[in-house]
């Protein structure tokens, strides 16, 4: 009898954390926008655009972050991964016209792979852990960054930056959200449809298993980063478009709040669990932060401590409920 | 060839020892003449906070742990000890150093007690002292920052001018890590916690206590490493210590301790500070341009790093 | 010669070492093609090392494997599916957080095919799009099977197959395997259930200490392979009876008392005593709740009801650090959990000692060298590797683990299946220990997997069926036969028949 029901309540344990992790980012969310409005009644479609475009970065390197991290892996060299593109792009696109810094831009989206790709290859050859290789390579590319661009400069045809700008649908759906989860899907869905994305998951789940299903390890961590390159890339173009220049320092922000969209979005470092929806939202919410402690009156620099803050808590809430499981 | 393999595989340190050695050579290569004592005391200068911090570094990689917040620990209690300076120099080294209990205190709790990877857990501590210490410099405006004469001293003094006063704080700390470790209960446990965790449960250790004190004394290394550091610039700014977050996890790895715990020491940690000391210096002696130093520094601690997992695999 | 032939597999002087620990010495394996081949040894014999080096998991140090005659070295568990050979691993080669049918299609199995082999292992009703760390493991082990199946092997190597496995089910596995031997593959089966073997194998392979010591049809062989299995050294191994201390019944309070302890499903209520001096045995079949058992008395598991005492004393534990404090200390089944690899032997004994606070300052480096000395001496310890624990041989580091103890002070020592894979002469040394540290007046409870080592090593037995006792006996009446009849249950139930 007790087997009966304990196998029942753990049923509604499970369906709960399911639809909780499927349904608590968005509410969560929705309930900031709702508050965003009580705090500041002229919360408008304008505001909606410019947390849209002000998100969009950093949604493409939660992207990147999510990625690597479901693979088993973790990439500290995010940030430096977006300032390399993000300069690249604005000291070729500077008097480019819009049609060649199209171009330009797809040539930045396969440099991006590249540079991903050797992160990749050096995590799954050198047999050093990859926290202390993307550390490295992070500064390794800050270096190349710095290299292209000394000091914040170049610049991008208009018509490029104004991809992301202003809402052509409706007010309320702005350009910059269009163009984030277009380019996020476009990323994405490729690999969660193909068998790339079983590699992934698989290879973060359980390595031992995978690889005795007949999964080559080195091949899906390389994949991992590579395509985290690409959406590296994609948010360095992004930040191109939202800043207007190139500046060599401006993506180390992206680390870490890489990691924390990733963390708080649902993902979990272990590896193996989570999805691409939350980190996105995540990263739309750790921008509205900001913008709400900017409404209230309050210093926005407090951003960062509630970013940190919400990223410990969130593990740390993490941590308690399995310490308790464990205890039972 | 084998055989000398071999014994550098049984004596890592000797290997450490030759690198350094073989940096010296280059240096002495590249300009004849540098490897002078009074560039000796510099290095040892510029050396010492890096190895303080590495030290508590050294402590959470033993236990197969890492922690990144150290550098916005160690600027956090540079920009404390210069903003209130004017209350007084122990108040201020005091305040300073809690800084360091705290971040590592709630690291620990983190760590230790809820089980949170270290990763994430200083990952998010560490943006939350780097964003508490802007909000806290905006509102410090007005105040003029000063570092204290005895940090200065500390940080930048020579005795003799040849021999610098952090030396004496870098052995200490040495001589503290060195006995610690080897020689005490807790340096034990330390290793053996990042051995093996469930073996220590199932011995009767208490695996969170280790992990607390450890996690605590790193951020509280890491607040020491600050003070140096600002005693040595005599200027605290936000981004004081924040080139040195690569380095002291670099030189533990280079200095031979696994980041999966258990292996390793603080001897190859004081080698490995004094071989990225003097590779910054070598980069410096070749001339090149900043972004193409920060490169190479990068690779070549990046083929350090294999080789030596090579070596002893 | 025509025989050799035959082989579609031919395996030649396989070895292996992990470190310096040898899972392999020289392994020979042929089988036929169409037949159902018994690969036989006990614990630690090699044969799950055996079995992944054939499908490539890892290389072995030296040997060649023949497949039809023709040489080859996998390099990856996908490249021996390719040709034909998969296993079925006795850990479930299932990613947990995939589904079913997603690890089909991550191991490029059809799920059609997958679909039939599962209809045929009666688990065709288990949804495909669930996760696979929602489901049991005996039904995950089936869908391992059954993926091994679509694959349509040559060669399918069966580790411990049967070892999770409900009765009903495990019929439904032999239907499938002699099946499978009818189409022409052949089947390397892997199994400690004697009966099984002698039912469906046509030949076995009989694996010692790494080496292969013998092969033979399993027809009416049973006592053949047992006596391969175990060799001739147990028996001379033999404690004579005088060695054994001769109890009488002492008045004075049990160093240990257990009363109805239950433990979630595997321990249903189980009491017992052992007095000051006295080696308890423990013996069961695989998960009658020993673990359970072990696990509550030294403060792993919080039991769900009953009383554990010391010395009159009842007990509570939190933490097994309190059963330290109270004398229970445990030496576990797998190495791995009590020893830290990559430090040395003197570390390793020296342990327990710092789970104290107190004990967290200087270390008293003379005391502590005499201290660890006189453990390694007593249990003769081979310490040319000293300098790290995980170059020791399997053996020497299971008598750190229990050196460990004598180090730091006990009074009841928990001894779970202390002699699991290791060689003859070490088992010797430790029974002969657990007698010396008894005749001192400690107590000893000691669960073991290999029956005649009850005899040997203990005063007296318990035995453990569903989680309860279902026999007890002097351990001069404990032979084989009775402890055996006992681990089924039959002697629980020819009681109540009588009663």
């Known amino acids: 009898m007790t087997d009966v029901s304990a196998a029942d309540s753990g049923g509604l344990v499970r369906f709960v954390s399911r639809r909780t992790r499927l349904l608590g980012m968005p509410a969560l969310f929705v309930a900031c926008i709702l508050a965003t409005a009580l705090i500041h009644p002229d919360f408008g479609s304008f505001d909606v655009q410019s947390l849209a475009l002000g998100a969009l970065p950093l949604a493409m390197a939660a992207a990147a972050q999510t990625i690597v991290v479901?693979?088993?892996?973790?990439?500290?060299?995010?940030g430096s991964l977006i300032a390399v593109s993000n300069v690249l792009a604005a000291s070729l696109m500077q008097h480019a016209s819009f049609g060649a810094s199209l171009g330009i831009a797809v040539l930045i989206l396969i440099l991006g792979a590249a540079q991903g790709a050797i992160n990749g290859l050096t995590v799954a050859i050198s047999r050093i852990p990859d926290v202390v290789v993307t550390l490295t390579t992070g500064f390794i590319w800050g270096g190349v960054a710095l290299l292209i661009l000394e000091r914040p400069g170049g610049g991008a045809p208009a018509a490029f930056l104004n991809i992301a700008a202003g809402a052509d649908v409706s007010a309320w759906l702005p350009n910059a959200l269009i163009v984030m989860i277009?380019?996020?899907?476009?990323?994405?869905?490729?690999?969660?449809?193909?068998?790339?994305?079983l590699l992934l998951y698989a290879s973060g789940s359980d390595p031992v298993a995978a690889f005795r299903s007949g999964v080559d390890i080195r091949v899906a961590r390389t994949l991992a980063y590579t395509f985290g390159g690409i959406a590296c890339a994609a948010g360095g173009l992004a930040l191109t478009?939202?800043?207007?220049?190139?500046?060599?320092?401006?993506?180390?922000?992206?680390?870490?709040?890489?990691?924390?969209?990733?963390?708080?979005?649902?993902?979990?470092?272990?590896?193996?669990?989570?999805g691409m929806v939350g980190p996105v939202i995540a990263a739309l919410l750790l921008t509205l932060i900001p913008m709400d402690l900017v409404f209230l009156g309050i210093d926005p620099n407090y951003g960062q401590v509630i970013q940190g803050t919400l990223i410990v808590v969130v593990v740390m809430i993490g941590g308690f409920v399995t310490f308790m499981q464990e205890r039972k | 060839m084998s055989a000398v393999l071999q014994f550098l595989k049984a004596r890592t340190i000797v290997a450490l020892i030759l690198l350094l050695a073989?940096?010296?050579?280059?240096?002495?290569?590249?300009?004849?003449?540098?490897?002078?004592?009074?560039?000796?005391?510099?290095?040892?200068?510029?050396?010492a906070p890096l190895a303080i911090m590495g030290a508590g570094q050294t402590l959470v990689m033993l236990t197969g742990g890492i922690d990144l917040s150290v550098a916005s620990v160690a600027t956090g209690a540079a920009y404390l000890l210069a903003t209130n300076a004017s209350s007084g120099d122990f108040s201020a080294i005091a305040l300073a150093l809690a800084l360091g209990l705290v971040v590592g205190a709630v690291n620990g709790v983190g760590v230790a007690l809820?089980?949170?990877?270290?990763?994430?857990?200083?990952?998010g501590t560490g943006l939350m002292t780097g964003g508490a210490m802007i909000v806290y410099s905006q509102q410090m405006l007005a105040s003029q920052p000063h570092v204290p004469a005895i940090i200065q001293t500390l940080g930048a003094g020579k005795i003799f001018s040849l021999v610098p006063v952090d030396l004496f704080l870098w052995i200490a700390v040495g001589a503290l890590m060195l006995y610690g470790l080897n020689r005490t209960g807790f340096g034990r446990l330390i290793f053996a916690v990042g051995d093996n965790r469930e073996a220590c449960h199932l011995a009767g250790i208490r695996v969170w206590r280790v992990l607390f004190v450890d996690y605590l004394l790193c951020a509280l290394f890491a607040a020491i490493a600050g003070l140096v550091l600002v005693g040595g610039t005599n200027a605290a700014d936000l981004s004081l210590a924040d080139s040195y977050l690569l380095p002291s996890v670099a030189c533990v790895i280079i200095g031979g301790t696994s980041i999966f715990g258990g292996r390793g020491g603080y001897s190859g940690t004081i080698v490995g500070a004094l071989i990225l000391t003097a590779l910054t210096s070598l980069l410096t002696l070749l001339d090149v341009a900043e972004p193409l130093k920060q490169i190479l520094y990068g690779a070549i601690i990046l083929s350090l790093a294999a080789a030596y997992a090579r070596l002893t695999e | 010669m025509a025989a050799e032939q035959d082989s579609i597999l031919d395996i030649r002087g396989v070895a292996k070492r992990f470190d310096s620990v040898v899972a392999l010495r020289s392994a020979d394996l042929k089988v036929r093609a169409g037949e159902v081949h018994a690969l036989m040894g006990a614990n630690g014999a090699g044969k799950s090392t055996l079995v992944k080096i054939i499908t490539g998991v890892f290389p072995a140090d030296s040997g060649d494997i023949l497949i039809g005659g023709e040489r080859k070295v996998f390099r990856s568990p996908a490249e021996a599916r390719q040709a034909g050979i998969v296993s079925v691993y006795q850990d479930p080669a299932i990613v947990p957080d995939l589904t079913v049918a997603q690890n089909m299609r991550l191991a490029r199995v059809g799920l059609d095919a997958v679909r039939t082999a599962m209809r045929s292992l009666g688990v065709e009703r288990v949804d495909l799009s669930r996760a696979a760390r929602e489901i049991d493991f005996a039904t995950l082990r089936l869908i391992d099977l059954s993926r091994a199946l679509a694959s349509n092997p040559r060669i399918l190597l069966l580790d411990e197959i049967t070892a999770a496995l409900p009765i009903d089910l495990a019929e439904r596995v032999f239907a499938v395997v002699r099946d499978w031997r009818k189409r022409g593959a052949?089947?390397?089966?892997?199994?400690?259930?004697?009966?099984?073997?002698?039912?469906?194998?046509?030949?076995?392979?009989?694996?010692?200490?790494?080496?292969?010591?013998?092969?033979?049809?399993?027809?009416?062989?049973?006592?053949?392979?047992?006596?391969m299995m175990l060799g001739t050294e147990v028996a001379k191994a033999a404690v004579s009876g005088a060695a054994r201390a001769k109890q009488t019944a002492s008045a004075a309070a049990p160093a240990l008392e257990v009363r109805d302890l239950a433990c979630g499903h595997g321990l249903r209520g189980v009491s017992f005593a052992v007095r000051p001096g006295e080696v308890l045995g423990v013996a069961a079949l695989e998960g009658q709740g020993q673990e359970e058992l072990f696990d509550c008395?030294?403060?792993?598991?919080?039991?769900?009801?009953?009383?554990?005492?010391?010395?009159?004393?009842?007990?509570?534990?939190?933490?097994?650090?309190?059963?330290?404090?109270?004398?229970?200390?445990?030496?576990?089944?797998?190495?791995?959990?009590?020893?830290?690899?990559?430090?040395?032997?003197?570390?390793?004994?020296?342990?327990?000692?710092?789970?104290?606070?107190?004990?967290?300052?200087?270390?008293?480096?003379?005391?502590?060298?005499?201290?660890?000395?006189?453990?390694?001496?007593?249990?003769?310890?081979?310490?040319?590797?000293?300098?790290?624990?995980?170059?020791?041989?399997?053996?020497?580091?299971?008598?750190?683990?229990?050196?460990?103890?004598?180090?730091?002070?006990?009074?009841?020592?928990?001894?779970?299946?202390?002699?699991?894979?290791?060689?003859?002469?070490?088992?010797?040394?430790?029974?002969?220990?657990?007698?010396?540290?008894?005749?001192?007046?400690?107590?000893?409870?000691?669960?073991?997997?290999?029956?005649?080592?009850?005899?040997?090593?203990?005063?007296?037995?318990?035995?453990?069926?569903?989680?309860?006792?279902?026999?007890?006996?002097?351990?001069?009446?404990?032979?084989?036969?009775?402890?055996?009849?006992?681990?089924?249950?039959l002697i629980a139930a020819d009681a109540e028949a009588t009663a």
């Open chain 1, 70 to 78: 479901i693979s088993g892996g973790i990439d500290l060299s995010v």
């Open chain 1, 182 to 197: 277009v380019v996020i899907a476009a990323i994405w869905l490729p690999i969660k449809l193909s068998r790339i994305g």
């Open chain 1, 241 to 274: 478009m939202t800043t207007g220049i190139g500046a060599p320092l401006a993506g180390t922000y992206y680390t870490l709040s890489s990691v924390a969209a990733a963390v708080i979005g649902g993902v979990s470092l272990a590896g193996g669990r989570g």
């Open chain 2, 22 to 47: 073989l940096f010296l050579i280059g240096i002495e290569l590249v300009r004849p003449g540098t490897v002078t004592p009074l560039w000796a005391s510099n290095a040892l200068l510029f050396a």
């Open chain 2, 114 to 123: 809820l089980r949170v990877q270290p990763l994430i857990m200083t990952l």
């Open chain 3, 186 to 227: 052949s089947i390397i089966f892997i199994s400690h259930r004697m009966a099984e073997v002698a039912a469906l194998c046509d030949r076995a392979t009989v694996l010692r200490d790494g080496v292969t010591v013998g092969v033979t049809a399993t027809q009416g062989a049973e006592e053949k392979i047992v006596n």
């Open chain 3, 297 to 489: 008395i030294a403060g792993v598991r919080r039991p769900d009801a009953g009383e554990i005492a010391a010395d009159g004393k009842p007990l509570r534990f939190r933490h097994p650090a309190d059963a330290v404090r109270a004398g229970l200390v445990l030496v576990p089944a797998n190495r791995l959990q009590a020893l830290l690899p990559q430090r040395p032997i003197r570390e390793n004994v020296a342990l327990p000692i710092f789970g104290r606070l107190k004990n967290w300052g200087p270390i008293a480096m003379k005391d502590e060298r005499r201290r660890v000395e006189e453990a390694v001496r007593r249990l003769q310890i081979d310490t040319r590797a000293s300098s790290e624990l995980k170059r020791l041989s399997g053996g020497n580091q299971q008598k750190v683990a229990i050196a460990r103890w004598l180090a730091a002070g006990f009074r009841v020592l928990l001894c779970f299946d202390p002699t699991r894979g290791i060689d003859v002469g070490t088992k010797r040394q430790i029974y002969s220990l657990l007698r010396e540290v008894a005749q001192q007046g400690a107590s000893v409870l000691l669960f073991t997997s290999e029956l005649p080592e009850i005899r040997l090593a203990c005063d007296r037995a318990i035995v453990l069926f569903g989680g309860r006792i279902s026999g007890e006996m002097p351990a001069d009446d404990a032979d084989e036969a009775r402890l055996l009849r006992a681990a089924h249950g």
